[in-house]
């Protein structure tokens, strides 16, 4: 009876030791925002409280090992030796399969590596070792683990049970902590961001973001010659952001009161170009039910930019010519010029000198264009640009999107390596992709990942000729140095694949999208930059399923 009474005293007196500190450990993760001194009185807690000493927490170092992050009842010198790899040792094996270890004899246990403690530092007795994993979503991010005499009564799976307790509080203190710090890490580069528009906006950059000194040579001499009247000529990569750079020269000129007349040379049938540039008067030709002042004529008094000029066909090179050398225009089915007060800025991505040599654009031409030329960089030729551009790209998406996204770790990093052969616009279309397909919140490694092989694919096919990316033909207008909105279609945004091209090596990307969509086909589909038609197609064709 009496032995009876006592085992119930000391079982009461364990649950009451275990709540006591269960409570005090729930208490720490109100100092969530200071990892160490939380997850460290947790592990002396352990250790005081139950006997589970020696603790540790073991987190991935981000190279592919495991080191100790934290630990009570450890040296320096045995914190620094407790490196593993994925899979190494007990630890390791916690760590990638999820399973909880009881190693009940470390000197038993041929797995158990003895690294970080020395045998002879542990009581000349029968030690064991547990271990379990830290879970976020049932997905490992370390290992909590402790030793204990085995001869205590308290049961295994007692402690074992309160292990797994304390490592939920452990894995909500370092998520908490992992949000705060990319928080923090936003707001600084937000902070950042604004001072660095508040001084370019005082320099007269109008919006440009880059600190890279390729972008700020090109920003020194548009600055130089935008109080000028002369003709610029800018060249670069397709997506270099050449229709801003035009906007600011005309927004530092003194022209800056009068309209920015914008036009893609490239996107436009010939056969209409002509009225889009000149005008035409009324009865010129079979719809022409009224007089129309063309881009030239409307753009008098300010500035006009002219896109893709080298696509020029060479009978309105000649007629250009004429308006770079005396200010007149004459429109389509009209006799008498019409006097015009223009400053032209032209842009590139094509070699103008190999054309003109070619005969395919016109050398007095060139020459006329060329007085003043500007080459802005390729993003890959901008240093630390891509990592500032994406935060800016970020907000705008959320904003747009009415979403609250941040980038996850290793995200940027990753951003930084790709070559953007689109350039700045191509990043801006994979920020807002990222941004309509993560889930939780947080762009991961995965999204972008999935999102720039699939960008590969487009740019293989581009470069083949099977495809041609269509731009619609955008005129923009200012008024006062106040752009005007432009309404792109979806097809502008968001590149789309024909229907003819279905690969089989296509199968691995769509499957892996649906695996990311969690078998949501429009998400999938979007995560592809495919339409979910484009998607099911592929899917039956590919005998993927019905794409239902």
Sequence with gaps: ????????????????????????????????????????????????MVGLNRGRVVLPDGEGRMSIQYAYGLTALE?????????????????????????????????YLTRAVD????????????????????VPMGVLAAHRLRRRRRAFSRDVTLLRVLASF???????????????????????????????????????????????????????????????????????????????????????????????????????????????EKGAFTGAVATKKGVVELASGGTLFLDEIGDLALDLQSKLL???????????GGVKDIPVDVRIIAATHKNLQRAVNEGRFRIDLFYRLNVFPIHLPPLRERAGDVRRLARHFLQEASQEFDRNTMFGPGVLERLEGYNWPGNIRQLENVIKRAVLVAQGGQITVEDIVLILSH???????????????IEPAVVLASQAGTPQPMALPSSAAMPMRSYSWVREDEAQDLLEALRRAGGNKTRAAMLLGMTPRQFRYRMVKLGLGEGG
């Design 322 to 332: 004429h308006v770079l050398e005396k200010q007149l225009i004459k429109r389509v």
């Design 170 to 280: 452990i894995a909500q203190i370092l998520r908490l902590n992992t949000l705060i710090e990319e928080k923090t890490a936003l707001l600084a580069d937000e902070n950042r961001a604004l001072k660095q528009a508040l001084d370019q906006q005082a320099e007269g950059t109008h919006g440009i973001l880059g600190e890279s000194p390729a972008l700020k040579q090109a920003l020194r001499q548009a600055l130089h010659v935008s109080p000028t009247q002369a003709t610029v000529l800018l060249t670069g990569e397709s997506g270099t952001g050449k229709e801003r750079f035009a906007r600011m020269v005309h927004l530092t000129s003194q022209r800056r009161d009068g309209p920015f007349m914008a036009i893609n040379c490239a996107a436009i049938p010939e056969n209409l170009l002509e009225s889009e540039l000149f005008g035409h």
């Design 1 to 48: 009876m009496n032995n009876d009474l006592e085992h119930e005293a000391q079982r009461d007196l364990a649950d009451d030791i275990e709540l006591l500190v269960i409570h005090e450990a729930a208490r720490k993760l109100g100092h969530a925002t200071a990892p160490e001194e939380a997850i460290h009185a947790i592990l002396r807690l352990m250790s005081q």
């Design 119 to 138: 045998r002879a530092t542990l009581p000349q007795e029968t030690v064991a070792f547990l271990a379990v994993p830290i879970l976020h979503d049932n």
């Design 455 to 469: 960008e590969a694919h487009i740019g293989e096919h581009l470069e083949a000729g099977t495809a041609q990316r």
């Design 79 to 111: 914190r620094q030796r407790g490196q593993y790899a994925l899979g190494e040792g007990v630890t390791g094996r916690v760590m990638r399969t999820g399973q909880v270890a009881v190693i009940q004899d470390i000197d038993d246990e041929p797995v």
